[in-house]
């Protein structure tokens, strides 16, 4: 489980890194910046923090490979599909976000909507998901 979450923790291999900025314009949502910028330190201080407890690693560990494979499925299509920022913002919440908070919360309280929102941009950071179809 180790080895997986470290996967997520280093940028992807084979992908061009350009940061959480860079993938934010990238995908012409540089109106999200402020947020992200914010919300990535908070989850990457986090795992920091925390980085000697099994247990958090595998909650990380879990809701990294999911927010990774629910964007995958879900979210990029949209953007191929040139669907409106207000409609690829409710169905990151809807299939990601809020799912994820239910599932998790109920093992570990402190896991917030805003956690998960920072781990979908430190994975944007990390060249795991691409805003862009």
């Not at 990151?92 to 309280?109: G, K, T």
Request: proline fraction near 3%; include cysteine.
């Amino acid at each position: 489980m180790l080895d997986e979450l470290q996967e997520y923790l280093l940028p992807r291999p084979g992908r061009k890194i350009i940061g959480l900025e860079g993938k934010l314009r990238e995908g012409d949502r540089l109106d999200l910046l402020e947020d992200a910028l914010f919300l990535e330190n908070k989850f990457a201080r986090r795992v920091s923090k925390n980085q000697f407890s099994s247990s958090e690693e595998v909650i990380y560990c879990h809701c990294l490979s999911k927010i990774n494979s629910s964007f995958s499925h879900y979210i990029k299509p949209l953007f191929k599909n040139t669907v409106s920022t207000a409609i690829i913002e409710r169905m990151i919440f809807d299939r990601i976000v809020e799912p994820l908070y239910e599932e998790v919360s109920e093992v570990n309280a402190a896991v917030s909507f805003d956690l998960i929102r920072g781990m979908i941009f430190f994975l944007t950071g990390k060249c795991h998901i691409r805003w862009v179809g």
